[in-house]
């Protein structure tokens, strides 16, 4: 096949490689950047102990176009169920948008559900279900945001919205079993969280 | 009409309430709302009326040949496209079976408050049981009529006192703001898509055979199309509006189950909530058993196996395991931790793709004299059949690129 394309095993082994890295770092919860993932091709392609380079010789039996075949259909996998997972690399302007409006999400469904539960609008067991369910989401952000990297001029409103995505966890958290005055009090807070990451999307603009 | 006639419209209403707002529905269109505004509301009547035209069209097929869908497939289309629909489509019904159990697990936790893993073998055997022990009329009038408890969301819409001219200019399709195109365009597909899904012109096409309907009954297969499928419509509708109004102006953008339920709440306090958390158990639960159902239905009928609810399961003892199999596989599904909301939005884009060869043998078929007789499809049934076609081939190959482009709707 390579040769009918005027290739050669080299050129599409290199393909292939970079391919299937680059689906790995797809699939992890936790992207790697260029750097961090020329350094694990570093460490893969140093000798292992027995002095043995750590790609399996069976593997070589394997013909090109499975390779091509398996890295396809890897790709098309990863591609359809990766189109949800949200990473933790290299936040650029929109994406950085993008979780402050999640964020914003997240603190105004829970700002709604304190005002219910203050009103008593609401059962105590949904009220502390629904609240541990967006607890959870604003822990996975919180957790991506603390990770992240951005460039230097928006580093301060990935830090603020890091330190917003604590406190809306924290009040998510006190919810489920506060008293009414403590609902009250957890209400306003997650408003006023949810219009700071408002207005920071707003300026990201 | 007569109180048998009444009931007998339960078909149509169970379609509607588990085939029309399952949880793809409650999801996709509580989104649409919420990102969107009224914008999306011609979306859910251009599906409305794509689903009765086709559903009507194989109810009578059904009563007039006597046959369902997909023996129909089969016959039409030969044994390897057959195969090949056959495969699509029970794949897609796994997915959305695992879904909708998620759904009713969920569901289940957030009225009891007792552990999701725990909940959805619970779910499971409850809805295997229903199965087993229900006949298959009771359970169209068990999981339709308390899924009628999501008309909350009607009075909620209400409540909240839309502005009426801005609703109404909902149902033109023109500009739009609040996303970029694709997005909006995703939506446009995964709202067709939940409201034409396969699955439900299967249950509906069996069902007609099981409820034993003749040619006596073609005026009520329309009555039972149109008032279900509108029925579920219109909550699919109050579904967007209330998100519009509520979601859209904090900037919600509803992520989990139990959200529409907020809406519920926050409009008609705590009768509301429980309204809507037994309307979406019911509707979601009836959903489960229709999808287990047509992946039954779906290979027994393929293969020349006896079927039916009417049967002994002993009777028909690999239909009875076929849709034994989908409940255990898609509890297992769900069981990994699988975010269902997730897994529905999958399910209906995929869902989308498996549309036409689902629908072009019902097309075909009904207007073929030698099964039809004086039956066939008139030329109002064809304009709109050929219409829907053209429309669902469109957005079958529409479906996976944009949940591709738009990152699953996200932009």
Same mark, same amino acid.
């Given at each position: 096949?390579?040769?009918?394309?005027?290739?050669?095993?080299?050129?599409?082994?290199?393909?292939?490689?970079?391919?299937?890295?680059?689906?790995?770092?797809a699939?992890?919860?936790?992207?790697?950047?260029?750097?961090?993932?020329?350094?694990?091709?570093?460490?893969?392609?140093?000798?292992?102990?027995? *002095?043995r380079?750590s790609?399996a010789p069976?593997r070589?039996?394997?013909?090109?176009?499975?390779?091509l075949?398996?890295?396809?259909?890897?790709?098309?996998?990863?591609?359809?169920?990766?189109?949800?997972c949200?990473?933790? *690399?290299?936040?650029?302007?929109?994406?950085?948008?993008?979780?402050?409006?999640?964020?914003q999400?997240?603190?105004?469904?829970?700002?709604?559900l304190?005002e219910?539960?203050?009103?008593?609008?609401?059962?105590?067991?949904?009220?502390?279900?629904?609240?541990?369910?967006?607890?959870?989401a604003?822990?996975?952000?919180?957790?991506?945001?603390?990770?992240?990297?951005?460039?230097?001029?928006?580093?301060?409103?990935?830090?603020?919205?890091?330190?917003?995505?604590?406190q809306?966890?924290?009040?998510?958290?006190?919810?489920?079993?506060?008293?009414?005055?403590?609902?009250?009090?957890?209400?306003?807070?997650l408003?006023?969280?949810?219009?700071?990451?408002?207005?920071?999307?707003?300026?990201?603009? | 009409?007569?109180?048998?006639?009444?009931? #007998?419209?339960?078909?149509?209403?169970?379609a509607a309430?588990?085939?029309?707002?399952?949880?793809?529905?409650?999801v996709?269109?509580?989104?649409?709302?919420?990102?969107?505004?009224?914008?999306?509301?011609?979306?859910v009547?251009?599906?409305?009326?794509?689903?009765?035209?086709?559903s009507?069209?194989?109810?009578?097929?059904?009563?007039?040949a006597?046959?369902?869908?997909?023996?129909?497939?089969?016959e039409?289309?030969?044994?390897?496209?057959?195969?090949?629909?056959?495969?699509?489509?029970?794949?897609?019904?796994?997915?959305t079976c695992?879904?909708?159990?998620?759904g009713?697990a969920?569901?289940?936790?957030?009225?009891?408050?007792?552990?999701?893993?725990l909940?959805?073998?619970?779910?499971?055997?409850?809805?295997?049981?229903?199965?087993?022990?229900?006949?298959?009329?009771?359970i169209?009038?068990?999981?339709? &009529?308390?899924?009628?408890?999501?008309?909350?969301?009607?009075?909620?819409?209400?409540?909240?006192h839309?502005?009426?001219?801005?609703?109404?200019?909902?149902?033109?399709?023109?500009?739009?703001?609040?996303?970029?195109?694709?997005?909006?365009?995703y939506?446009?597909?995964?709202?067709?898509?939940?409201?034409?899904?396969?699955?439900?012109?299967?249950?509906?096409?069996?069902?007609?055979?099981?409820?034993?309907?003749?040619?006596?009954?073609?005026?009520?297969?329309?009555v039972?199309?149109?008032?279900?499928?509108?029925?579920?419509?219109?909550?699919?509708?109050?579904?967007?509006?209330?998100?519009?109004?509520?979601?859209?102006p904090?900037?919600?953008?509803?992520q989990?189950?139990g959200t529409?339920?907020?809406?519920?709440e926050?409009?008609?306090?705590?009768?509301?909530?429980?309204?809507?958390?037994?309307?979406i158990l019911?509707?979601?639960g009836?959903a489960?058993?229709?999808?287990?159902?047509?992946?039954? &239905?779906?290979?027994?009928?393929?293969?020349?196996?006896k079927?039916?609810?009417?049967e002994r399961?002993?009777?028909?003892?690999?239909?009875?395991?076929?849709?034994?199999?989908?409940?255990?596989?898609?509890?297992?599904?769900?069981?990994?931790? &699988?975010?269902?909301?997730?897994?529905?939005?999958?399910s209906?884009?995929?869902?989308?793709?498996?549309?036409?060869p689902t629908?072009?043998?019902?097309?075909?078929?009904?207007?073929?004299?030698? &099964?039809?007789g #004086?039956?066939?499809?008139?030329?109002l049934?064809?304009?709109f059949?050929?219409?829907?076609?053209?429309?669902?081939?469109a957005?079958?190959?529409?479906?996976?690129?944009l949940?591709?482009?738009?990152?699953?709707?996200q932009?």
């Open positions: 096949m390579a040769r009918k394309h005027g290739l050669t095993l080299a050129e599409i082994g290199d393909w292939k490689e970079k391919f299937l890295l680059g689906a790995e770092n699939l992890r919860s936790k992207h790697l950047d260029e750097e961090a993932l020329k350094d694990e091709q570093i460490k893969r392609l140093q000798p292992t102990p027995r *002095g380079r790609s069976s070589e039996r394997w013909s090109v176009s499975v390779h075949k398996g890295a396809l259909v890897l790709g098309v996998v990863v591609a359809v169920f990766g189109v949800g949200g990473g933790a *690399g290299k936040l650029g302007v929109k994406a950085l948008s993008q979780e402050s409006k999640s964020l999400s997240l603190a105004a469904e829970g700002a709604l304190a219910d539960a203050v009103f008593g609008k609401t059962t105590r067991v949904y009220t502390r279900e629904h609240s541990s369910d967006l607890y959870n604003v822990s996975q952000a919180e957790a991506s945001l603390k990770a992240a990297k951005t460039e230097p001029a928006l580093e301060p409103k990935l830090r603020r919205l890091a330190v917003l995505a604590a809306v966890r924290a009040d998510l958290n006190r919810l489920g079993g506060a008293s009414k005055e403590e609902e009250r009090a957890i209400g306003r807070e408003q006023a969280a949810a219009q700071e990451s408002q207005q920071i999307s707003e300026e990201l603009k | 009409m007569s109180l048998k006639n009444v009931l #007998a419209v339960a078909l149509g209403i169970f309430i588990g085939g029309f707002v399952d949880i793809g529905d409650l996709f269109n509580t989104q649409a709302g919420a990102i969107f505004g009224f914008q999306l509301l011609w979306v009547v251009v599906g409305v009326v794509g689903i009765i035209v086709y009507e069209m194989c109810g009578r097929v059904s009563a007039v006597k046959r369902p869908v997909f023996d129909l497939v089969r039409r289309a030969g044994f390897a496209a057959g195969l090949g629909t056959l495969v699509a489509s029970e794949v897609v019904n796994l997915m695992a879904a909708e159990i998620g009713v969920l569901c289940l936790k957030l009225l009891s408050g007792l552990p999701y893993r909940l959805i073998p619970l779910a499971v055997i409850g809805l295997a049981v229903s199965c087993w022990v229900l006949p298959f009329r009771w169209e009038r068990v999981f339709g &009529y308390l899924g009628l408890g999501l008309l909350v969301f009607v009075v909620a819409a209400i409540k909240l839309p502005d009426w001219g801005q609703v109404a200019h909902g149902f033109v399709p023109g500009s739009h703001s609040g996303g970029s195109l694709l997005v909006y365009l939506f446009v597909v995964g709202i067709l898509g939940t409201a034409m899904s396969p699955y439900e012109v299967y249950f509906y096409s069996s069902g007609v055979v099981e409820d034993r309907w003749s040619l006596k009954d073609l005026g009520l297969n329309k039972t199309a149109i008032i279900g499928y509108a029925l579920g419509g219109t909550l699919s509708m109050a579904l967007m509006i209330v998100a519009a109004l509520l979601f859209l904090s900037g919600i953008s509803p989990f189950l529409p339920a907020l809406a519920a926050h409009t008609v306090g705590q009768v509301g909530l429980l309204l809507a958390l037994v309307g019911f509707a979601v009836g489960a058993i229709e999808t287990s159902f047509s992946g039954a &239905y779906n290979l027994a009928q393929f293969f020349g196996w079927w039916g609810k009417k399961p002993a009777a028909a003892s690999r239909f009875t395991l076929s849709w034994l199999v989908i409940f255990a596989l898609a509890s297992l599904v769900v069981i990994t931790g &699988y975010d269902p909301v997730k897994l529905t939005e999958y209906v884009i995929f869902s989308v793709v498996a549309l036409p629908y072009l043998p019902i097309l075909l078929v009904a207007n073929d004299r030698t &099964y039809m #004086a039956s066939v499809n008139g030329k049934a064809n304009f059949g050929v219409l829907y076609f053209i429309v669902i081939v957005i079958a190959v529409a479906a996976i690129p949940m591709l482009l738009t990152h699953g709707g932009g």
